[in-house]
């Protein structure tokens, strides 16, 4: 391997890894990017035959980006009984389920403790009342950018009002995550090792 250019594989890592973390909250871009390296370490062949497609190698980078994701997200999960929503979670509620007026003429959530009222998409269930109070803490102008688009289903008219309704999810994401997981717990988010070190001996 010593005509690998690693600093230009690294590079590469480094923004696939920044990508992932924007779409995994709460896991760490140096982690994944971390994962990623060290997956192509473990199998240079990788590597040697896809050195002069950086397209294919990308795409390698992300399936192993989003398998590590996904297992740091269920340990996570499962050791602190929370749940951390993504960008894309969030986006497929606006778009299929949000303004659903069915549901709102139903089911009226009537406190922070309501959970009857859901919202469903692909399996993943969010309480109306926890995305509602969310999407009432977005600035005015933010709120306006992700009705346009998914309520009333207005097309992008530039590449920079496309970017800003993907940064007002991510503001969406972050509210309804922070309203969510208020409760401090002995976790640091996915990622985190802290409940997997073994404790010092006495």
């Known amino acids: 391997m010593t005509?690998?250019?690693w600093s230009a594989v690294k590079d590469l890592a480094q923004r696939v890894g920044r990508n992932y973390a924007r779409q995994w909250p709460g896991?760490?871009?140096d982690d994944i990017s971390g994962e990623i390296l060290l997956r192509l370490v473990e199998s240079p062949a990788i590597?040697?035959?896809?050195?002069e497609k950086p397209a294919v190698l990308t795409s390698i980078m992300g399936k192993i980006a989003r398998s590590y994701c996904?297992?740091?997200r269920y340990f996570f999960t499962v050791s602190s009984a929370r749940y951390l929503y993504t960008p894309k979670e969030i986006r497929g509620f606006l778009t299929h389920a949000y303004w659903d007026e069915s549901l709102r003429e139903t089911s009226v959530p009537t406190g922070p403790e309501d959970r009857t009222a859901l919202l469903t998409w692909?399996?993943?269930c969010i309480a109306l009342w926890d995305?509602?109070?969310a999407f009432?803490?977005?600035s005015a102008v933010d709120?306006?950018?992700l009705t346009l688009r998914f309520r009333d289903g207005q097309e992008y008219a530039t590449d920079a009002a496309r970017k800003a309704v993907d940064r007002a999810i991510d503001t969406l994401t972050q509210r309804v995550n922070e309203r969510i997981n208020r409760v401090p717990i002995d976790h640091d988010g996915p990622g985190s090792r802290l409940s997997r070190r073994t404790p010092a001996a006495a």
Not at 47 to 51: G, I, M, S, V, Y
């Open 3 to 5: 005509d690998i250019d």
């Open 27 to 29: 896991i760490d871009a």
């Open 47 to 51: 590597l040697n035959d896809f050195k």
């Open 70 to 72: 996904s297992a740091e």
């Open 122 to 124: 692909q399996n993943v």
């Open 131 to 133: 995305i509602d109070s």
């Open 136 to 138: 009432s803490t977005l």
């Open 143 to 145: 709120r306006a950018r």
